[in-house]
């Protein structure tokens, strides 16, 4: 079996004669004579198959997609991945994005990710905290303040949508301290308090 070309227009090996394409996604090939490998299916790949003349064809992979990750390094992934239910297992470890600063607005932050450090509005030495915005249900949050001289006050038991439900309210008197809380659609959308920890020395 001779050496197999593809291309968009392809030349029979030593000689000068054309051989066009004229169907839209075809392959050009050559096996002994010269073939146009009509285009697959959607969601079709192409497959090295030497049982057939061409030696190649069009085939469906499992469940259309990818089925398994191996050797992977690092994977950048740029949109957010749905598990359909599934459980995500033997993890190694969890890791979250570095802590990202947020400085309280009229009494609000939007957060953005888990791990977030707050500052005062107008670095002021103390400041409320009430409104917990750009989260959903079963987001987690981990927080700690940017300065011991600037002391965020999550306050607790304030009536509404976006707020934090604990045992009290907790300042993040210390850059060390943390708050751990979990958000949860009960009679209201709220963030539930798992946490807290005085970690100072």
Not at 109 to 130: G, H, K, R, V, Y
Not at 139 to 166: A, H
Request: with cysteine; proline share 1%.
């Amino acid at each position: 079996m001779g050496k197999r070309l593809i291309g968009s227009v392809g030349l029979k090996p030593s000689a000068d004669t054309g051989f066009d394409l004229n169907e839209k996604g075809q392959i050009h090939g050559y096996s002994d004579t010269q073939f146009a490998l009509p285009v697959g299916d959607d969601d079709q790949v192409l497959t090295a198959d030497s049982g057939e003349a061409s030696g190649l064809k069009w085939a469906t992979s499992a469940s259309g997609a990818t089925t398994a990750l191996d050797n992977l390094a690092s994977v950048a992934v740029n949109d957010t991945i749905d598990m359909n239910t599934q459980n995500l297992t033997n993890t190694q470890y969890f890791g979250c994005k570095a802590y990202l600063e947020k400085t309280i607005s009229s009494g609000n932050i939007t957060f953005t990710q888990t791990l977030t450090e707050i500052d005062t509005e107008a670095d002021a030495s103390t400041d409320d905290l009430d409104g917990f915005l750009g989260l959903v249900n079963g987001y987690w949050l981990s927080l700690k303040s940017v300065d011991s001289s600037r002391d965020p006050t999550l306050r607790s038991g304030i009536t509404g949508e976006n707020k934090m439900n604990g045992v009290g309210s907790y300042t993040l008197a210390d850059k060390d301290y943390r708050w751990i809380g979990n958000c949860y659609i009960g009679g209201y959308f709220n963030i539930q308090e798992l946490s807290r920890s005085s970690n100072t020395a």
